[in-house]
């Protein structure tokens, strides 16, 4: 039988899994890149659908979030079932690129057709408003859920690839990721646009979402699989329920800091505003220093993270 000191020795991956693990990671950076684009983007189009910057940013940033939200939520509950994690990454990559892809078609449509035969229907401006952020947020709402989907799934394969240090994969992952998000909303904000325009801005994010769903598919194979098993913590049931009452204080402190993330975010874009004269900069500027502080901060603890013997005083 190992002693603690075997048990607690690192398990040193073969060369070849290391390798394929790097890569994942490295993929990850760039999907953080595509992903964040659309956010960007967004902004602009429904800025033109919406009539103000600041209702567009404000919905963007809620429907954003709260999509990914719903979209870790979901894959939180049923991944159990999923054989090969990062094969399911590849095959939600997909469909978000194929939705972007026809995101350009899809706005110009729904906003023809809200201006010409839906709005005019609405007595109300408060119903004509109502329309407005309706129809704007069924533009969104779709790819938001699946790029929530995406952490949760590479996360997932990722730590079953070394399940001896899921914290520190967690960490680099969001480490990575959040770069690639961070140099994406710049690199969309103050090049892309000049570039290429919106539709051509969405349509290159949409073209990395493809070649990343491609990469990942054929790199995948067994990597991250195993049996479906239903987890331990959901068949032990009254073990499960006797860590409720800290589960139920980790989740309200999670939502707690969100909102609390989310009203520094709108603050430091209209002050930021009152700096640059231009809300759209503004925005993205914001957005790539929030993005760049989360990502040095899950640099900084990713190689402490597995070592802090009470994680949940740390937090505090």
């Not at 023809?112 to 109300?124: G, H, R």
């Not at 194979?221 to 204080?249: F, H, M, Q, T, W």
């Not at 700096?275 to 993005?291: D, Q, R, Y």
Request: net charge neutral.
């Amino acid at each position: 039988m190992a002693g603690p000191a075997e048990a607690l020795a690192p398990v040193h991956l073969p060369a070849t899994a290391s390798w394929r693990r790097g890569i994942f990671i490295a993929l990850f950076m760039v999907s953080g890149f595509a992903g964040i684009i659309y956010e960007s983007i967004w902004t602009h189009y429904l800025k033109l659908f919406l009539g103000h910057a600041a209702y567009a940013q404000a919905l963007v940033l809620a429907i954003f979030m709260g999509g990914m939200a719903v979209g870790a939520w979901f894959v939180s509950g049923t991944s159990w079932r999923w054989h090969n994690l990062l094969r399911a990454y590849a095959v939600v990559e997909l469909v978000i690129g194929l939705l972007g892809m026809g995101f350009h078609p899809a706005f110009e449509a729904v906003r023809s057709w809200s201006f010409d035969t839906l709005l005019p229907l609405l007595e109300t401006p408060a119903a004509v408003q109502a329309g407005k952020w309706g129809m704007a947020t069924l533009l969104i709402l779709p790819q938001s859920v699946l790029l929530g989907m995406t952490f949760p799934l590479m996360a997932g394969g990722i730590v079953r690839m070394r399940p001896d240090a899921s914290g520190e994969s967690l960490a680099v992952l969001y480490f990575c990721n959040s770069l690639g998000a961070a140099a994406g909303i710049l690199a969309s904000g103050f090049l892309l646009i000049a570039w290429v325009g919106l539709p051509g801005t969405i349509l290159t994010a949409a073209v990395i979402n493809i070649l990343l769903a491609l990469c990942v598919w054929l790199l995948a194979d067994d990597a991250g699989s195993s049996p479906a098993k239903r987890p331990a913590a959901i068949d032990a049931g009254a073990e499960a329920r006797d860590g409720g009452e800290l589960v139920l204080l980790c989740l309200l402190v999670a939502f707690a800091t969100g909102a609390a993330s989310f009203f520094y975010e709108m603050a430091w874009i209209r002050m930021l505003s009152l700096v640059l004269g231009a809300s759209t900069h503004a925005f993205e500027l914001m957005l790539s220093a929030f993005i760049l502080g989360l990502s040095l901060g899950s640099l900084w603890i990713r190689r402490r993270i597995d070592a802090i013997a009470d994680p949940i005083r740390f937090l505090g």
